[in-house]
């Protein structure tokens, strides 16, 4: 199923061009945590660390704007074959 939703926004999980969302709102959360904790001794990448913060909450917004859903993973369809190649590959027999 196609949805037409701008999720422009948020990181990739890697160099597959997938955005997996529970992942990157933990990682999220950890840095923002660590803003709080230590934003104090990070001088002058405090201001990048909050940019990071804001991209990814930003994203992270836009895909639960819609009620009762939940975007966690957005793919192209090359993206998408690759995924289920691996999966498929990492199958037991």
Request: aromatic share 12%.
């Amino acid at each position: 199923m196609t949805m037409q939703v701008d999720l422009v926004g948020g990181y990739y999980d890697a160099g597959d061009n997938v955005k997996f969302g529970f992942p990157m709102a933990f990682t999220t959360t950890m840095l923002s945590w660590s803003v709080l904790e230590f934003g104090g001794l990070m001088k002058g990448e405090l201001q990048n660390a909050r940019e990071a913060i804001r991209w990814a909450t930003d994203y992270i917004l836009k895909a639960t704007a819609h009620t009762d859903t939940i975007y966690v993973q957005v793919c192209s369809l090359e993206s998408l074959c690759i995924l289920q190649f691996y999966t498929h590959c990492l199958e037991t027999p």
